[in-house]
């Protein structure tokens, strides 16, 4: 053991609270620390590792692109750009995309987009409507979105043009709509909230409510795209189709990568409204591409929908035998979280750590599953034996 936790205090920002762990190396679902230690992560870089740790695509992807060409600039076309926007447009309902690099940034470009279009088409309404805990990032404008005053609260004034309504409500969207309105931006299942999941029909009623009104339905896709809720994209699974979407993590494979993607009828950006020197770079499009083909040809969204079942099965099956600890599970695909009956989602993250199991303290009361894609049934079985093994630790 070395003295990384004292290096990093007298070295970096204390802006995480990180787990007691030092990942030094990583393969497929499992991670090494530096006592070489073995882990199962399912946590997947926040949901980013779609295919695991160090997949052979991913690693022969980044490895051809880094001998062939590594930045150059928008100023030029590149293939590796154009081979992944064709692949997300063929493979998705928008039409147009635009590369970024994190998940806030892809948000600030659909924000920019959304008010655009209202300048053009909505006599200059502005205003986003976006919902209670959700989260869309942390740059000044992002956090002004998300739906979480202690995310602000440090950093007032924060972009004025977001009205924040709650989660899963449709009135509270319909009373909160006016002149100034440009669009509703929602995630599809809130991830950082809490893993919220909607009802069934929920974003179908937003979808008609955007359409009456000629405003945008952008959908945060940062966290639930790219297979993560069993489709594709998340939209898919509640039967709607939005005019704009965000994505980030996934899609990366564990680049660090994002994106928007619009419809034709609301493509409005035009040269000099945004740019980004690094967005749509060869390395990471190539990492992306690779990531994003291997998830459409080997249709692991299908296995997703299969494998996120037993996790979850299992998972309530555990809660039944605990019925005084876990409160509830819920979630769509590889997304899941537990609630506790309590706020020791902390000590029970650090129980797992000691059973060898990597998980999220996504609120004080509730631990989120999010494993690579392709975790294996084993893989699966194992994590679960290890979190009740955890549970009865504690
Ligand atoms: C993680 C996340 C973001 C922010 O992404 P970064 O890459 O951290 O900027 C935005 N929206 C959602 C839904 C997320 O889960």
Redesign the pocket.
């Given at each position: 053991m070395s003295d990384w936790i004292e290096i990093e205090k007298q070295y970096y920002m204390f802006c995480a609270r990180r787990q007691p762990v030092t990942i030094v190396r990583g393969s497929g679902t499992r991670v090494w620390d530096d006592s070489e230690k073995e882990y199962l992560d399912f946590t997947a870089g926040?949901?980013?590792d779609s295919l695991g740790h160090c997949h052979p695509v991913m690693v022969d992807a980044i490895t051809n692109q880094a001998n062939t060409l590594l930045q150059t600039s928008n100023q030029f076309y590149t293939l590796p750009q154009l081979d992944l926007a064709k692949l997300l447009v063929e493979n998705s309902c928008l039409d147009k995309v635009f590369f970024c690099?994190?998940?806030?940034?892809?948000?600030e470009g659909a924000i920019k987009l959304a008010r655009k279009y209202g300048k053009e088409n909505l006599k200059g309404a502005f205003e986003i409507i976006t919902a209670d805990n959700?989260?869309?990032?942390?740059?000044m404008t992002?956090v002004s979105a998300?739906g979480n005053v202690h995310y602000q609260e440090n950093f007032l004034p924060v972009t004025p043009g977001f009205i924040h309504v709650p989660f899963n409500n449709i009135e509270a969207i319909k009373e909160n709509t006016g002149k100034n309105t440009c669009a509703v931006m929602l995630?599809p299942i809130?991830?950082?909230g809490g893993v919220n999941v909607p009802d069934p029909n929920f974003l179908q009623q937003v979808r008609s409510w955007c359409d009456e009104n000629n405003i945008l339905l952008i959908l945060?896709?940062?966290?639930?795209g790219m297979g993560r809720l069993g489709k594709l994209f998340g939209y898919e699974l509640y039967g709607v189709e939005p005019d704009v979407i965000?994505l980030?993590?996934g899609m990366g494979g564990g680049v660090?990568i994002?994106a928007f993607l619009t419809k034709d009828h609301c493509d409005v950006l035009r040269p000099g409204d945004h740019g980004s020197t690094f967005g749509g770079n060869p390395l990471t499009c190539a990492a992306a591409f690779a990531c994003c083909n291997f998830i459409v040809e080997n249709d692991l969204s299908k296995y997703v929908t299969q494998i996120g079942s037993e996790l979850k099965n299992g998972l309530h099956s555990i809660a039944s035998n605990n019925e005084s600890f876990i409160k509830e599970v819920r979630g769509e695909g590889l997304l899941i979280a537990v609630e506790l009956s309590e706020d020791v989602s902390g000590d029970l993250v650090a129980a797992c750590n000691n059973q060898g199991l990597l998980l999220n303290p996504v609120r004080p009361n509730a631990v989120r599953f999010m494993p690579p894609l392709n975790v294996s049934k084993d893989d699966v079985a194992l994590g679960l034996s290890r979190f009740e093994d955890a549970i009865k630790s504690l």
């Open positions: 926040w949901a980013s690099n994190s998940g806030a940034e892809a948000n959700s989260f869309h990032g942390r740059t992002t998300t995630e809130q991830g950082e945060d896709e940062v966290q639930t965000t980030a993590k660090p994002g």
